[in-house]
Every structure is written in C-alpha cells, then in structure tokens.
C-alpha cells in the first residue's frame, strides 16, 4: 500500500467521528423549527376553538383525531428519515395500498392466477432489468471497468430471470390458505419494506433522482394492486385484525399505542445513533459526508426501506380501520405525509428536521381538518389549504437558509 493511500485511510477514521458529529448543528437548528409548528397548532386549536368552543374543545375532538391520523403519523415517521437526506418519497400512498391487500389477501386465503408464459415474461424482464441495472451501476460508481460492469450486470439479469420466472412457475395456481393474523401484517409489513429497497436501490446503484424514481412506483405499484384485486376490495377480515382499531384501551385504539410506541423507538434512533447522524450529514452535504467515509449508498438505501416498512405498517393499521383492502384507497395521502413532514420543520432542502415536529405536523392537519369539518368545509377546499401550506412551508425554510 502506497503512503497516500495509509493518509487517507487514516484520514477517513478521524472523519467518521467528524462525520458523527455532523449532525448536531442541522439538529439544533431543527428543534428551533420545531416552535414554528408547535406555534401554527396552537394557532389552528385558538382559531376553531374561538369559532366553536362547544364543538370543537371537547375531549372527543381530541380523541379521533388521534383515532383517524395514526396512519399519517406512522407513515410520516419513514418520510421524515428520507426527506431529512434531502429525498422524497412519492410512492408512499401506493405503497400503504399493497401492502394492505397483501396482508389482507394472506389472512383471507388467496388463488395465485394459472401459469401464463406472458406473465412468466413479464416477470422475467422486470426483475432482469431491476439485476442488471442496479448491479452495473453499482459496480460503475466504484471504479470497475465499464466492460467488466456490464459482463457481471448482465450475468446478473440473467440469474434474475431464471430464478424469478422458476418461482413463478412453482407457484401460479397453488392455493394458498388463510394465514394467522400476526403472519399477514409480517408480510405487509414486508411488502412494504421490499418497495423501499426496490426505491433505494435504483436511486442509490444509478444516482436515480428520488421524485423521478417514486413516481415510477407511485403509478407502478397502484397499476399492480388494481391487478391483483381486479380493482374490488378484499373482504371478510379475521376480527383480530380489525381489533386493532376496534377495541380500546385506556381509551385508546392499539393502533394509536403502536404508533406511540413507533415514534418512542424512531426518535432516539434519528437524534442520538450512528445511523441518524448519518442520516443528518447525508442531507446537510452528501459529498462532504461521503469524503468523511460514510457509506452514503447503504444509508440512502436503509432509509427507504425504514418509509416502506412504515408506509407498510401504516396500510395494515388502514385494513383494521375501513375493515377490508381497498384497492383504491389513500390517493393524494402522499401530499398529507410530506405536507406533515415539512410543517413540523423538515427540510426540504435535507439536514434538518425532528421526529417530534413531524408528528406536531400530523396533529396539526388533523386539527385543521376537524376543525373544517365542523365548520362545513368542502374535503377538495380542505386539499388546497394543505397544499397552500406546504408551499408556504418550504418558502419559510428557504427564507431561513437565505438570512441564516
């Protein structure tokens, strides 16, 4: 080994704990931005409480608000790791809807459609395509020769293709019974997490933009749940499942525990360990933070499967509250999720933001809306309030980097 490459070696040890410690200026800044939502969910609670007092400051307000946001909160939870590296994740609605038909179709029993070889096909080529692509450039972006990266990329598609469509083969036509409860929200769950590596790994292997790449699976994974369901919703769920949202304790669905419990785990995770200090020196300047030797891909990669697993748990919890999978279902909620994000002081722009103010967001359009509600305002106005916000959101956040 040449004497440039021990300086840099060592060099690359003493910046990870530079790199570790990255994080706590964007997370100062964050908690300060954390008193401008907490300031617009005072002002929401003051203006609907002085409009209505009898209707509005009531116990039960409170309640279903948390009863009918814990969905929202759950999700927003994955979008705030994201959106923090400076990413974005459009994909999340669809990715809520999956899920929840794949949970629902494994507690209900489901037929996997006959073997076609235009299926078998399909199949194929996607997961080829997904193989070889990603393994190219993932070889690409560390110095392999473009020869050598397409050779293995292309062996790569090609194991692709042979083992998916062998699965596929020994599956299709087999019933498959109904499954235990706890096993159909695993593989929501599951199937939620697989759409986010799938996100990850194409942003990350082929320097992807995020919008453009969870736009693809925005479309893609709706077009797939329409498929499967043939557009009608998944009935007769096991009542176990739908406990989840029905029964109460401490006044309070399970649902609503979970996510209290989620949050109590996500926000230590993002604030105080190795990965959120990543996480934060990924969105304050990826380049620097990839010179202090972080390894940007795998951390980009993990927060995308952390907003599928958690838009995966969110579509779950859905199931147990409309009491079936709805194909359709959840439109226009990625809007709510990223909305929630940035008003509770997430940036846009990456390096800032706080688990806590993510959720004051949440809380507030929950309120905002409630409050619209008694006050007779139409579900389509209620949508142009939130839009309005967000873009006045990331105005206030560009505005504060511009004077800061």
């Not at 087999?174 to 697989?194: D, E, F, Q, Y």
């Not at 989620?262 to 933070?289: C, D, K, Q, W």
Request: include cysteine; charged fraction near 10%; hydrophobic fraction near 55%.
């Amino acid at each position: 080994m040449s004497q440039p490459e021990l300086q840099l070696e060592y060099r690359g040890g003493a910046d990870r704990e530079d790199a570790g410690r990255v994080g706590l200026k964007p997370l100062m800044r964050s908690i300060g931005s954390v008193a401008g939502a907490l300031i617009g969910l005072i002002l929401v609670l003051a203006i609907f409480g002085a409009w209505s007092p009898r209707l509005f400051l009531r116990a039960d307000t409170f309640v279903n608000v948390l009863k009918y946001n814990y969905a929202y909160a759950v999700a927003a939870v994955g979008a705030t790791f994201v959106i923090i590296t400076a990413g974005i994740d459009l994909s999340v609605a669809s990715v809520m809807a999956l899920a929840g038909v794949a949970c629902a179709m494994a507690v209900t029993g489901v037929t996997i459609p006959e073997f076609d070889v235009g299926q078998m096909i399909v199949i194929s080529l996607g997961v080829a395509l997904t193989c070889g692509l990603c393994t190219a450039g993932f070889l690409l972006q560390r110095g392999t020769s473009r020869t050598k990266s397409v050779a293995v990329g292309s062996a790569a598609a090609i194991a692709g293709a042979v083992v998916s469509g062998l699965l596929w083969w020994l599956i299709a036509g087999r019933k498959v019974a109904p499954m235990p409860v706890w096993a159909g929200v695993s593989i929501g769950i599951a199937t939620g997490g697989l759409v986010g590596l799938f996100n990850g790994l194409l942003i990350t292997s082929l320097s992807l933009p995020p919008f453009i790449v969870t736009l693809g699976t925005l479309g893609g994974v709706r077009g797939l749940v329409l498929y499967m369901t043939g557009s009608m919703p998944v009935d007769g769920l096991p009542d176990a499942l739908l406990r989840m949202h029905s029964a109460s304790w401490l006044g309070l669905p399970p649902n609503v525990w979970i996510t209290v419990v989620l949050v109590l785990i996500a926000a230590p995770v993002l604030h105080f360990s190795v990965m959120g200090r990543y996480v934060y020196a990924i969105g304050s300047n990826e380049r620097t933070a990839r010179l202090c030797g972080v390894s940007v891909e795998r951390w980009k990669t993990i927060c995308y499967v952390v907003a599928g697993l958690t838009a995966g748990l969110a579509g779950v919890m859905m199931d147990s509250r409309l009491h079936s999978a709805i194909p359709s279902e959840y439109q226009g909620w990625e809007l709510t999720i990223i909305a929630a994000v940035v008003i509770g002081g997430t940036s846009l722009f990456g390096g800032e933001g706080t688990m806590i103010g993510s959720i004051i967001g949440v809380l507030m359009i929950g309120f905002l809306r409630s409050g619209c509600n008694l006050a007779g305002v139409e579900a389509n106005l209620q949508q142009v309030f939130i839009g309005a916000i967000i873009v006045l959101a990331a105005a206030v956040d560009r505005f504060r980097h511009l004077s800061g």
